[in-house]
């Protein structure tokens, strides 16, 4: 055998070892690839249902926020109205109110100063305490008259006599 013939001897073993790594290299992909299809299958079977309860949901979610762009339209025409009310009503009852009661603070003040004016007034609280009194007083004795003459019709007054 001649270094020639070794040499490509050498050359054709190193090449078969290295087709048989080659071959190893590439069943061993080869599983790998089979492994990820069935993941990419198993994926895709559990992933599209719950793409479509997504997109149901979704939907779902889209028909509650148009109900709810509607009461928010209807709260806000509400409003509007409540708010137009009360403006009517400020305008309609605020004027006459504030009047009355400039009025009735005018008329207060009038008393007041009429009375200030007239006597103390110490003075005037105690002549309405004796009206009061005499008017009290009064009605005592009108009491006591008509009793004293129901009981002289029934025999037992002071003038039985």
Same mark, same amino acid.
């Given at each position: 055998m001649s270094a020639g013939e070794v040499a490509g001897l050498v050359v054709a073993v190193f090449w078969a070892v290295l087709v048989a790594l080659l071959a190893v290299v590439l069943v061993r992909l080869a599983r790998a =690839?089979?492994? !990820?299809t069935v993941l990419v299958e198993q994926v895709t079977e559990r992933t599209l249902? =719950? =793409?479509?309860?997504? !997109?149901v949901t979704l939907r779902a979610a889209n028909d509650q926020l148009v109900r709810v762009d509607a009461i928010t339209a209807d709260v806000q025409d509400a409003a #509007?109205? #409540?708010q137009a009310l009360s403006s009517t009503m400020a305008a309609t009852l605020g004027g006459p109110l504030v009047k009355l009661s400039a009025f009735s603070y005018g008329v207060r003040s009038a008393v007041a100063k009429q009375r200030a004016a007239g006597r103390p007034q110490a003075a005037y609280q105690q002549t309405d305490r004796e009206l009061i009194q005499r008017m009290v007083t009064a009605e005592v004795q009108r009491q006591t008259v008509r009793r004293n003459a129901l009981l002289r019709l029934v025999g037992l007054g002071k003038g039985r006599g």
């Open positions: =690839l089979r492994s !990820a249902p =719950l =793409l479509d309860d997504a !997109a #509007a109205n #409540a």
